[in-house]
């Protein structure tokens, strides 16, 4: 699979011609007999279509893996530095704090952005899907600081592998916890599906159709500073 964004001089991170491919895969579904057959990137075990994801911590690379591989990497330091299982865990996180005014210092020219711990160079990286793929918005530690101190779950993301997805499309006010490859799935299909200046109507309805199935996955737990409930 293609890298996942991450600490690059160029805020641009538009994904290269094998890249695109790998993407399409994961927005597009192939007719079942057309289908190819998937499989573990450890083992060569054939895997099904839903499966574990383990990245790459050196080239941001996500790797497929089998659930015997998965299992391997499931305990905290398995990967010796070098690899880190992506969890599955969605959560609507409900109460969530983000004023107008810390959105809009932000600059995002789209609606949509995901933000995630990192043990890179950066302690906190933040990013917009756009047609050019993952573009960097800037977000310092203080910013991010302020925000977790509302919302004090965000101490509990999963450095690299776990993200705040947020949503304000439209009259939108929704935040998840989800895996970093439902943001990357995102990326994929914005940077496949978007025509023209607007996008097209299908790109929308795609998101709007993503954003449901985010919605379908999350557990709802409370948050904030007057406490949150992750149990």
Known sequence: MPPLPGNRDDRSLAASSPAISAL?????????????????????????????????LSNR?????????????????????????????????????????????????????????????????????????ATESLLDLEGWQTLAAANPILNELTPDVEALLINRVKDARAYYLVPIDACYQLVGLIRLSWRGLSGGSDVWEAIADYFQDIQKKARPVLVGAKGADDA
């Not at 579904?29 to 060569?44: F, V, Y």
């Not at 010796?80 to 809009?104: C, H, I, N, S, T």
């Not at 933040?126 to 793929?133: F, R």
Request: glycine content about 6%; charged content about 20%; overall charge neutral.
């Open 24 to 56: 399409r895969g994961l927005v597009q579904k192939p007719r079942i007999d057309q289908r190819p057959a998937e499989h573990c990137e450890l083992c060569s075990e054939a895997i099904p279509s839903e499966h574990s994801h383990l990245l790459n």
């Open 61 to 133: 690379q996500l790797m497929c893996v089998c659930q015997a591989c998965s299992l391997l990497f499931s305990e905290q330091g398995a990967g010796a530095g070098k690899y880190a299982l992506v969890p599955r865990r969605y959560l609507a996180l409900e109460g969530f704090q983000m004023p107008d005014e810390q959105w809009d210092n932000l600059a995002i020219p789209v609606n949509m952005a995901f933000i995630y711990r990192s043990t890179g160079t950066k302690p906190v990286m933040a990013y917009y899907p756009s047609p050019a793929g």
